[in-house]
């Protein structure tokens, strides 16, 4: 009985032995390939591209005093320092137009002037007489408005006088004008920014509130300061 249960006790222990890892300090290799990935291709998209929207920031060196001085001397001059290029034809039309104006009218003022001149007369001038030469000049216009009487070719002859003059003051006006413009456009268009990058901040504060019904003339109560930035 005892021999039986050695044997197997033998037998056994021989068993456990054989099963045991060999050397567990040997570690195993790995070896490892990267692969790359397959591409991954977007799927195509016709929706037109993203327009960035313009942005206006202030110019430090656009002066208005000189936009002001070139429009004084040239008229338009100062639109082309703002680089307002589409009102120079403007500027040149109105002034053009009032300068017609005045053409016009000095013109007729002129004849007017000579015609009443001669009737007032009550002769035709001859040959090396007084107004003669404006006879020669006005001959056909005589004829016509001879007729006509002094005082009335003398009041057309003021009333050329007068918008004659109107249109030497409307040159006046009208270049003036265009350097205000000009300023305008240097001073707030120009020396401000106009973009969407408008900011504020908020810090807290004091401020100083009277208390009449208190001792002192006046305390300090907590605030808030909203500062925007334009």
């Known amino acids: 009985m005892l021999k039986a249960f050695l044997t197997v006790f033998l037998l056994s222990f021989a068993a456990i032995t054989l099963a045991q890892t060999p050397d567990s300090l040997k570690k195993d290799t790995v070896i490892t390939?990267?692969?790359?990935?397959?591409?991954?291709?977007?799927?195509?998209?016709?929706?037109?591209?993203?327009?960035?929207?313009?942005?206006?920031?202030?110019?430090?060196?656009?002066?208005?005093?000189?936009a002001v001085k070139r429009s004084l001397m040239i008229p338009g001059w100062g639109q082309v320092y703002n680089r307002k290029y589409w009102k120079v034809p403007l500027v040149y039309a109105g002034l053009g137009s009032l300068a017609w104006v005045i053409v016009y009218n000095q013109q007729y003022y002129k004849e007017f002037l000579a015609l009443a001149r001669i009737v007032k007369t009550g002769n035709v001038p001859v040959k090396g007489g007084l107004y003669y030469n404006d006879y020669i000049k006005y001959k056909a216009e005589y004829e016509k408005y001879n007729g006509v009487g002094y005082q009335a070719l003398a009041d057309a002859s003021d009333g050329y006088l007068r918008n004659r003059t109107l249109g030497m003051l409307g040159v006046i006006g009208f270049w003036g004008i265009q350097a205000i413009d000009a300023y305008i456009d240097a001073k707030f268009i120009n020396a401000y920014t106009v973009d969407d990058n408008l900011?504020?901040?908020?810090?807290?504060?004091?401020?100083?509130?009277?208390?009449?019904?208190?001792?002192?003339?006046?305390?300090?109560?907590p605030a808030i300061k909203i500062t925007f930035t334009l």
Do not use: C, R
């Open 199 to 221: 900011s504020f901040k908020v810090t807290p504060g004091l401020i100083g509130q009277p208390m009449y019904a208190a001792n002192f003339s006046s305390a300090f109560i």
């Open 33 to 66: 390939k990267k692969v790359n990935p397959a591409p991954v291709t977007m799927p195509k998209t016709f929706a037109p591209p993203a327009k960035k929207e313009k942005q206006y920031h202030p110019d430090s060196t656009h002066i208005p005093s000189l």
